[in-house]
């Protein structure tokens, strides 16, 4: 069965600190790989989407940045962050591109405070 | 562009109490729907889906018919427990849109004994 793999769950960083949060995904080959961040009793926002190894498209400009050096690897990362990057980071994959029937599949989130 | 538009929350109902959380879309092409669930601290799990006009998605005593007529996938649940609670998420995916998921703004339910 597929699983996904979020980490860290929470993380308080100061801000200018750099960021690196790390998703992977077990069970599937060449999944469509997502970063959405939630704000405090708001909606999802999607922040990255991947369709294979080093594609990566940008949703929201910010100071976010993602990468995919693996195929089932994804990476959100900052060089500073600001304090409104706090909030919870959700990573997720889906079957395939052409596949829109098949539903997201989510990790459990990362907590991230920055003070 | 695609949307989704769900009923504003809070919703608070006492146990075994009868549940509706509307859901509208707009969608160019031809959209599978889903309902996701969000438990306190962790992400989001598919609830029930459906993927053509007229199927009905269930699970766990909840169901959604995908009205094409009215762009609706309303929520329902005959009789709602504690365990409940939690924050529900309306989505579509579409042939469109490079097949990224839309999402509601979530609605949250508190279900009291």
């Known amino acids: 069965s597929q699983t996904i793999h979020q980490w860290p769950a929470t993380l308080v960083q100061p801000v200018g600190s750099p960021l690196s949060l790390e998703c992977t995904v077990e069970g599937t080959s060449n999944p469509n790989l997502y970063w959405y961040r939630q704000a405090a009793g708001r909606g999802l926002q999607l922040l990255f989407y991947?369709?294979?190894?080093?594609?990566i498209s940008s949703e929201v400009p910010q100071n976010l940045s993602a990468s995919r050096p693996q195929d089932r690897q994804f990476i959100l990362s900052s060089k500073k962050l600001l304090l409104s990057d706090s909030g919870f980071y959700l990573c997720?994959?889906?079957?395939?591109?052409?596949?829109?029937?098949?539903?997201?599949?989510f990790g459990n989130g990362t907590r991230l405070t920055v003070t | 562009g695609n949307s989704v538009t769900q009923m504003e929350g809070p919703v608070t109902l006492s146990e075994e109490a009868f549940l509706t959380i509307n859901c509208t879309y707009t969608a160019t092409g031809y959209p599978s729907l889903f309902w996701y669930v969000q438990y306190p601290g962790e992400g989001l799990q598919l609830l029930l889906k459906a993927t053509k006009a007229d199927d009905k998605g269930s699970n766990k005593g909840f169901e959604a018919t995908y009205r094409k007529e009215t762009t609706s996938f309303h929520l329902e649940k005959g009789s709602v427990q504690v365990s409940d609670s939690a924050v529900y998420f309306c989505a579509l995916r579409a042939n469109t849109n490079a097949g990224k998921s839309t999402f509601g703004d979530g609605t949250t339910l508190t279900v009291k004994p």
């Open positions: 991947s369709v294979g190894i080093g594609q």
């Open positions: 997720a994959w889906s079957v395939g591109q052409s596949s829109y029937n098949s539903p997201l599949h």
